[in-house]
């Protein structure tokens, strides 16, 4: 009882510091302002890790590297202390692995998590302090998507179509991941 509280705790708190790293990093490079509520509970929640690790990781092409490189030893740590307190023994090569996919697999979830916000604000409150937030996340992705089908009667099925693409793209996320979990 006591290991799975264990688990459920440093799988809380690993999970949630991923998420804001990987946040911080998607920000970056999607050119999404710092300067609201999100993204300064982002750099607040997020700089005692990520500022130590610029001394160590260089940026390349503009993009702050140290940021996911803080995310996959978040994540590392997390599923180590996880599979410790499961009592199974992992390489340190597949637990570096899996916290990659980890990594690839968060990543899809933030999107899916910024194409619903934007979807349900530009229809409820398409003006709210939030939608510069996820605008830049998602007009990217979405560009594509719009392209193919425009809105019909002002509806715009466009988040839809990338959501169902997002879920798509999870299943083989799913199964590299049971594969890697399966490495000697």
Same mark, same amino acid.
Request: glycine letters at 4%.
């Given at each position: 009882m006591?290991? =799975?509280?264990?688990?459920?705790?440093?799988?809380? @708190?690993?999970? &949630?510091?991923?998420?804001?790293?990987?946040?911080?990093?998607? &920000? =970056?490079?999607?050119?999404v302002p710092f300067r609201n509520q999100v993204g300064e509970f982002v750099i607040a929640t997020t700089n005692w890790a990520v500022q130590p690790a610029r001394r160590l990781v260089p940026a390349v092409a503009g993009l702050d590297l140290a940021t996911p490189v803080c995310a996959w030893l978040v994540q590392a740590a997390g599923l180590g202390i996880v599979i410790a307190l499961r009592g199974v023994e992992f390489a340190p090569a597949t637990l570096a692995a899996l916290a990659a996919v980890d990594l690839l697999r968060y990543s899809l979830y !933030? %999107?899916? &998590?910024?194409?619903?916000? =934007?979807?349900?604000?530009?229809?409820?409150?398409?003006?709210?302090?939030?939608?510069? @937030?996820?605008d830049p996340l998602t007009r990217r992705f979405l560009r594509p998507f719009r392209r193919l089908l425009p809105p019909i009667a002002n509806v715009d099925l466009a988040p839809l179509l990338l959501l169902?693409? %997002? =879920? !798509?793209?999870?299943?083989?996320?799913?199964? %590299?991941?049971? &594969?890697?979990?399966g490495m000697p």
């Open positions: 006591l290991a =799975q509280i264990g688990e459920l705790l440093a799988g809380i @708190v690993a999970d &949630f510091f991923v998420f804001l790293l990987f946040a911080r990093f998607h &920000f =970056q490079w999607l050119r !933030i %999107l899916i &998590f910024a194409v619903i916000v =934007q979807a349900v604000l530009s229809w409820v409150n398409p003006y709210s302090p939030l939608a510069p @937030v996820f169902v693409l %997002l =879920q !798509i793209l999870l299943i083989p996320v799913g199964y %590299l991941r049971s &594969f890697v979990a």
